[in-house]
């Protein structure tokens, strides 16, 4: 079945620090591929998202980019902020609109 | 703006207790879902809807029951409460288009503690 793999957190980084988080998957098909955000005591929200190979996603200065020959979808931002402390998840959505999710990188950024 | 609106947003109970957790949408999506977020789980899908009248099971359906009878709400139900259902639960909508383009829309969460 289909499936998503993120690195293993917590992350902690200084602020305006390079950050990646790593995400594989293993799906049947084409499935679209999103990150999503969890601020603390919220729902998650859409960062942003990829529907098909070579795409990239971006919004608020993180990208990612669907990658299908290694099957990854790894989150990238040039300089982080104190603000861009959260949780992240990895997700696809494979058939019936069903989104399956990574575990979560829990992100602390340092000011 | 609501949204994807749930409640309540905090709730203790009893081992053996039923409850109900709301969840109401005012966007007319078809799809609508519910989710448990469990520490180092990432979020598992318990139940789905893709219409009025038509539900189907997650990944982790057993000990909750759901119904669509109208677009807008699609209640969660816990029949006889245990502790390893202690979780924080999501709700989540989108609307259903070719394509596989629609974004999903979280509530903000209940954080259900089983005792």
């Known amino acids: 079945g289909n499936s998503v793999t993120q690195m293993e957190g917590p992350v902690t980084l200084s602020e305006e620090a390079f950050l990646t988080i790593n995400c594989t998957y293993t799906a049947t098909g084409y499935p679209s591929l999103f990150w999503y955000v969890q601020y603390p005591g919220e729902g998650l929200q859409l960062l942003l998202k990829?529907?098909?190979?070579?795409d990239k996603g971006s919004n608020k200065g993180f990208e990612a980019t669907y990658r299908k020959e290694t099957t990854s979808f790894h989150l990238e931002k040039g300089s982080v902020q104190v603000s861009d402390s959260a949780v992240y998840f990895c997700?696809?959505?494979?058939?019936?609109?069903?989104?399956?999710f990574g575990q979560g990188t829990r992100l602390t950024i340092n000011p | 703006n609501a949204g994807v609106t749930q409640t309540p947003k905090f709730q203790v109970l009893k081992t053996g207790q039923s409850m109900t957790l709301q969840c109401a949408q005012d966007?007319?999506?078809?799809?609508m879902s519910w989710y448990r977020q469990d520490p180092g789980m990432g979020l598992r899908l318990i139940h789905y809807s893709v219409g009025a009248g038509i539900t189907d099971q997650g990944e982790v359906p057993n000990g909750y029951n759901v119904s669509r009878s109208t677009t807008e709400d699609f209640p969660l139900r816990l029949l006889s409460a245990a502790p390893s259902q202690t979780s924080v639960y999501f709700c989540a909508s989108s609307a259903l288009l070719t394509g596989d383009d629609s974004e999903a829309f979280f509530g903000q969460g209940t954080r259900l503690t089983v005792v």
């Open positions: 997700a696809l959505r494979g058939g019936a609109q069903k989104l399956v």
């Open positions: 966007m007319n999506h078809e799809y």
């Open positions: 990829a529907t098909k190979a070579d």
